[in-house]
């Protein structure tokens, strides 16, 4: 079964960088049910521009659903996937300063949907990101809160 859904809001809670800061979000969910109980899903997620920083990802997840009765069910997830972020910042006099970067992200987390209608769920995952930006010496994580709709096509 193909579905598509737009989560929202993106909550992301940054635990490295620039201290902890929490960034609002959104983005596409594509998810097709590749078995009864095994669901695949890509997304690609945008962060606009807060504290100077403007955020980015896109991810695939694996999840095991487990219905907890007829209209609920509980999955545990977990997704490879790529992150990036971008920093601009007016120095004044000195000019403006921007620099990229962008790293590999392993993700484990779990969710649950509730059927609303025979066409409309409601999802709500927790997960946490580990993110590896090699190339400036930099890996940490960071948690994402999701809520959205799903349409299922």
């Not at 809001?9 to 201290?19: D, K, S, T």
């Not at 998810?31 to 945008?46: K, Q």
């Not at 969710?111 to 930099?138: A, C, H, P, Q, W």
Request: aromatic share 18%; net charge negative; glycine share 12%.
């Amino acid at each position: 079964m193909l579905f598509f859904a737009i989560f929202f809001p993106v909550i992301h809670i940054f635990l490295y960088l620039c201290g902890s800061l929490t960034h609002v979000g959104l983005g596409p969910t594509f998810s097709y049910n590749v078995t009864d109980p095994i669901r695949l899903s890509a997304e690609f997620n945008f962060f606009p521009k807060q504290n100077n920083w403007t955020w980015w990802d896109f991810s695939v997840y694996g999840h095991y659903l487990i219905s907890l009765n007829e209209k609920t069910m509980f999955y545990p997830l977990i997704g490879i996937g790529g992150t990036g972020a971008s920093l601009e910042m007016d120095l004044g006099w000195l000019g403006k300063h921007s620099e990229s970067v962008s790293g590999f992200a392993f993700t484990l987390g779990a969710g649950f949907g509730i059927e609303l209608t025979s066409d409309l769920m409601l999802n709500l995952e927790l997960r946490r990101k580990f993110i590896d930006f090699s190339e400036i010496g930099v890996s940490g994580g960071r948690t994402h809160l999701l809520a959205g709709l799903a349409y299922r096509f």
